[in-house]
């Protein structure tokens, strides 16, 4: 399977992500925008999801240029790592209401969902 990575790293980040969605519906108050808060819990989940992402999107790339999708292009996984982002940040301080993380949540799961069924499907009919 030659993108055997892309799948497993699309895996992980929707696993990261279902846990972002679970701690942002979890949150019943906004907690304070402290230093303190921001370096024990944000920081090192931001860092550990954007790295994930980081290295995600240039094998996304790589598979949009290669096989060129009907429906997935290279500005939708520009603005997937944007809306992971938002994702990640928003998931701490509920400052979005709470339709709008869900439908970058929900938009994010779509892509992944779609790059893994696109690999599964090319690799299920050779």
């Given at each position: ?32 925008k ?30 949009v ?62």
């Amino acid at each position: 399977m030659k993108y055997k990575s892309l799948i497993i790293s699309s895996h992980q980040l929707l696993q990261l992500l279902t846990d972002c969605k679970q701690r942002f519906e979890s949150l019943h108050e906004k907690p304070e925008k402290t230093e303190a808060y921001f370096f024990e819990h944000v920081k090192p989940n931001f860092e550990l999801i954007m790295g994930k992402t980081n290295g995600w999107e240039p094998l996304a790339l790589e598979w949009v240029k290669e096989e060129k999708p009907k429906y997935i292009h290279h500005s939708q996984i520009e603005s997937t790592m944007e809306n992971i982002e938002q994702v990640v940040l928003q998931s701490f301080y509920k400052d979005i209401n709470k339709q709008r993380f869900h439908n970058l949540h929900n938009s994010v799961e779509y892509l992944l969902n779609c790059i893994i069924d696109g690999i599964e499907e090319k690799d299920a009919s050779k």
